[in-house]
C-alpha cells in the first residue's frame, strides 16, 4: 500500500452545489494512526487509499467547531462500486435510467454505507434513502504540471486549490524526498543500505539497525 492516504471532505451548501476539498497525509513509517487539522466545516469525509480504495469515515448532519473526531477504517465502511452492487443488465441500461434504481441498493442491501460510479458518489443515510452528488473521480497526480519527482514517479499534493507540500509516491526501490535514490545494483552507501530501515523522528542510537 503507499504511504499516504487522500481525506475528501464535502461541505453541504442549501441551494448550492457542494464544496469538496482534497488533503493528502502521509503515513510515518512504522505507524497505523494519522492526525488530521481541518479548519473548514464539512458533513462527510472519505478516506482514499491507494489504488483508489473509498471508505466512509465521518457522517454528521452539522458541523461542530473544535470537535475532537477518532474514526477507523472499516471493510464494511468501504464504498463499493456500482459494478459489483448491479448487474449487467443494469449496468447496459443509459445512465438516467440505472441511476434511478440507486435507492434500493440502500434499501435492500442493510450494511451499504456508500457506493459509486464515474459521476456520483452515493451515502446511504439513517433512513436507507441514497444521497448522491458528483464526485471527481480523475483528479491527476502531477502536482498540476509541476511534477517535481524523479525517475516518472508520482507527485501528489495536499490541497488541490492551495498546495503548500508535495510528496512523491516512489515505487519498489527507490526511495528519498524526491525518490532520487535507488537501491538497484551493489553501493556502499549507508542512504542505500538503510533507507528503508531509517525511522522518522527517531535519534540514532534508537534506531532498530
Same mark, same amino acid.
Given at each position: 500500500?503507499m504511504? !499516504? ?10 441551494? /448550492? ?7 493528502? =497525509? ?14 473548514? &466545516? !464539512? ?19 452539522k ?13 464494511n465502511?468501504?464504498?463499493? &462500486?456500482?459494478?459489483? #452492487?448491479?448487474? *449487467? ?16 441498493? +440502500?434499501?435492500?442491501? %442493510?450494511?451499504? %454505507?456508500?457506493?459509486? /460510479? *464515474?459521476?456520483y458518489? +452515493? ?5 436507507? !434513502?441514497? *444521497? ?9 497526480? /502531477? +502536482? ?8 516518472? /514517479?508520482?507527485?501528489?499534493?495536499d ?5 503548500? #507540500?508535495?510528496? +512523491? ?12 535514490? &535507488? ?6 552507501s ?8 531509517? =525511522?522518522?523522528?527517531? #535519534? !540514532? ?5
Open positions: 500500500m504511504p !499516504f492516504v487522500f481525506i475528501h471532505s464535502i461541505t453541504a451548501i442549501e441551494n /448550492d452545489n457542494h464544496q469538496h476539498k482534497t488533503i493528502l =497525509k502521509k503515513i510515518i513509517f512504522d505507524r497505523n494512526i494519522i492526525t488530521v487539522f481541518i479548519t473548514h &466545516s !464539512f458533513h462527510v469525509l472519505f478516506i482514499e487509499l491507494a489504488n483508489r480504495t473509498y471508505y466512509l469515515g465521518v457522517l454528521r448532519e458541523f461542530i467547531e473544535s470537535e475532537h473526531i477518532q474514526t477507523r477504517i472499516l471493510s465502511y468501504q464504498c463499493l &462500486s456500482i459494478n459489483e #452492487l448491479m448487474n *449487467n443488465t443494469f449496468l447496459n441500461y443509459a445512465f438516467v435510467h440505472h441511476a434511478k434504481y440507486y435507492p434500493y441498493l +440502500c434499501q435492500q442491501q %442493510k450494511q451499504l %454505507k456508500c457506493f459509486y /460510479d *464515474n459521476r458518489r +452515493c451515502i446511504c443515510d439513517v433512513n436507507r !434513502f441514497s *444521497n448522491c452528488f458528483t464526485f471527481n473521480h480523475t483528479l491527476s497526480y /502531477d +502536482c498540476q504540471g509541476e511534477n517535481i519527482c524523479e525517475n516518472g /514517479d508520482l507527485c501528489f499534493q490541497n488541490i486549490k492551495c498546495p503548500i #507540500l508535495s510528496i +512523491c509516491a516512489c515505487p519498489e526501490c527507490y526511495y528519498g524526498t524526491k525518490c532520487q535514490f &535507488s537501491t538497484r545494483g551493489f553501493v556502499l549507508l542512504d542505500y543500505i538503510l533507507g528503508y530501515h531509517i =525511522k522518522p523522528n527517531v #535519534l !540514532f542510537h534508537r534506531q532498530p539497525f
